[in-house]
């Protein structure tokens, strides 16, 4: 592991017994600990580059106290712009930022723009509520516009600063205001979380020494015979699971350990949204905890799952929660597959500039487009069991899809990808348009939605999800259905 790696792994380690001191505190002194905290890590880390994060913070503040209903757009521009500005300070003659305050800068975008979205609807239910004399019926709403204190104290909390989940401003102030910190679930649900990411931190060293991804960079690598070079991407691509996967569930443990993110069951929690209904647990009955508002990987459903457009919906989920809330349906385009490309260009411009983000990212508007005339061609003519053969099937294809795009997020350059994909002879690329293809020529090009299917966004939070080999249907997609 790299130095950064171990400092990573070191405030991951470290968030999740000084979670459990957290639920003593009182809310003031919670407020003003987790700040400290977390400033105090952002500082350490990144130095002078800390006021990088601190500009973005007072420009928020300043756009959300001077014009609330413009702050959602103006918001997404000035955090977006200046995490341009971030990016090529070199230019500049400016210090290259650290890795750290890249992460830290990443968190804190999606915060910034949720907080505007959520101080302009709090104005405009506080308005309608003057004007028709009855309380708000928004759901996870706020009380009050948040002074700059709050602000800060939100943007550099230590829960997640670097790793995530992504939360909202109101999930953080429900953190300070529980009312019995003590009495929430915490160990039992802390240690399920932690107890396959040794599994997962094992896996993640022992393949990588021995399928290491700068092998492919080498000219050596091209003297192996095509098979090989073809199963090195799906090798590549179970390192990069697995070191993300004991990355995020560690982050949710910390989460957990805190009690930050937790609601009863009844609430129907989002990851990354909070609750969804109104809920006022019977004091006389037993409550069931859960914490799904801060889940952020669901490591089975990922692996799992059949189709591209749902793979995404258990990676990643805050940030796809916000990718669906704030980017998808503000897209200027109408046609679903443009709005899908929209939403993944602004998902690669999120994570960088290098090259490799938008010919993975890019790439996935075409999978889904032919995984849908695959399934008007193909699919729907089946009988079941054709159907259960047919999304076997599918769910290979699906990983092998996300094997060939992770090359592109991990190699990064634009030769490099190239480089790897020419080698492979484009192989997904070519397939997915011979599918498209076929599934025009037979008739299944426009897709047909079935009676009670929800159509799909790209982050994947709409739709349900079929398991391999099974047509129950999980408790995730009853949800989400919901929406």
Not at 28 to 35: D, M
Request: proline content about 6%; charged content about 15%; overall charge positive.
């Amino acid at each position: 592991m790299s130095p950064d790696e171990l400092v990573y792994l070191g405030v991951l380690a470290a968030s999740i017994p000084v979670g459990f001191l957290f639920r003593y505190l009182s809310p003031p002194v919670k407020q003003g600990a987790s700040l400290l905290l977390g400033l105090s890590i952002t500082i350490a880390t990144c130095q002078i580059h800390a006021l990088h994060s601190l500009v973005t913070v007072i420009g928020t503040w300043i756009i959300i106290k001077s014009t609330w209903r413009s702050a959602p757009a103006l918001s997404l521009a000035w955090s977006f712009l200046y995490l341009l500005f971030f990016r090529m300070v070199t230019w500049f003659g400016l210090p290259a930022p650290t890795p750290f305050a890249n992460a830290i800068q990443l968190l804190l975008t999606l915060k910034m723009v949720s907080l505007a979205n959520e101080v302009r609807s709090y104005h405009l239910e506080k308005k309608k509520e003057v004007s028709s004399f009855s309380k708000s019926p928004v759901i996870g709403g706020l009380s009050e516009e948040p002074s700059l204190y709050d602000i800060l104290s939100y943007s550099y909390c230590y829960v997640g600063i670097m790793t995530g989940p992504f939360f909202r401003f109101q999930t953080f102030v429900d953190w300070l205001r529980q009312p019995s910190p003590l009495a929430l679930p915490a160990v039992a649900p802390c240690l399920q979380r932690l107890k396959l990411v040794p599994v997962y931190g094992a896996l993640f060293v022992a393949v990588n020494s021995v399928f290491p991804l700068g092998y492919v960079r080498t000219e050596d690598f091209l003297d192996h015979n095509f098979f090989f070079r073809l199963f090195y991407m799906t090798a590549v691509f179970f390192v990069f699971r697995m070191r993300f996967y004991a990355a995020w569930c560690g982050a949710e443990a910390g989460c957990i350990s805190a009690g930050l993110g937790c609601y009863p069951e009844g609430a129907m929690s989002k990851a990354g949204g909070g609750p969804t209904v109104s809920y006022s647990p019977d004091p006389n009955a037993a409550v069931t905890y859960d914490f799904r508002t801060i889940q952020n990987i669901d490591c089975y459903n990922t692996d799992f799952c059949v189709k591209v457009r749902h793979g995404m919906r258990y990676w990643n989920m805050t940030v796809q929660w916000w990718l669906h809330h704030y980017i998808y349906p503000n897209s200027p385009f109408k046609a679903y597959t443009l709005r899908a490309g929209w939403t993944m260009f602004i998902s690669a411009y999120w994570h960088g500039l290098h090259p490799g983000y938008y010919l993975s990212f890019l790439t996935i508007p075409l999978c889904i487009a032919a995984e849908s005339a695959m399934e008007a061609a193909v699919r729907a003519r089946l009988g079941p069991s054709g159907q259960s053969a047919f999304d076997w099937v599918h769910w290979f294809l699906k990983m092998r899809a996300y094997d060939y795009m992770c090359m592109g997020f991990v190699l990064l350059k634009a030769e490099d990808t190239v480089h790897y994909w020419t080698s492979i002879y484009f192989i997904v690329h070519v397939f997915a348009v011979g599918c498209i293809a076929f599934g025009r020529l037979a008739g299944g090009g426009k897709r047909r939605e079935r009676r009670g299917e929800t159509p799909t966004t790209t982050t994947g939070v709409v739709a349900g999800v079929e398991q391999v080999g099974s047509k129950d249907k999980t408790k995730e997609d009853v949800l989400s259905k919901q929406d």
